[in-house]
């Protein structure tokens, strides 16, 4: 199993999910988060006065899915992510060694089904 963690920009979201949804991963945790990379912020203008936002919104997906979906689930949020400009995200893969259902007590790859 993987643990998935994918940054992205909050307008993508729905695609991704839906994009997740279509090769069948639907279990997900989104956070709002706020960062930078390459982007380095941007710069506004408020009442005449110049200021630059370092932080900007970006949600954060994380998912666990077993080994051989690893990539495709990876392909798929970044197809959907994708829009060719710096800013679009980052998408992080971590072995996870395994998963339990609290209801069911199931383990492993039958825990993510």
């Known amino acids: 199993m993987v643990k998935i963690e994918a940054i ?3 307008g993508k979201l729905d695609q991704v999910k ?3 949804d279509d090769i069948g991963l639907h279990g997900l945790t989104v956070s709002h988060v706020m960062g930078s990379g390459k982007q380095r ?3 506004q203008h408020y009442r005449g006065q110049e ?3 370092n932080l900007l919104d970006k949600v954060k997906i994380e998912t666990v899915a077993p080994d051989e979906l690893a990539e ?3 392909n798929a949020i970044a197809d959907a992510a994708s829009t060719g400009e710096i800013g679009d995200g980052k998408i992080f893969v971590y072995p996870a060694s395994d998963a339990m259902r609290i209801r069911t007590r199931e383990r492993g ?3 993510l089904r």
């Open 8 to 10: 992205i920009r909050p």
């Open 18 to 20: 839906a994009a997740l």
């Open 41 to 43: 912020g941007q710069t």
């Open 51 to 53: 200021y630059v936002v």
């Open 72 to 74: 495709e689930v990876m």
């Open 109 to 111: 790859d039958a825990a």
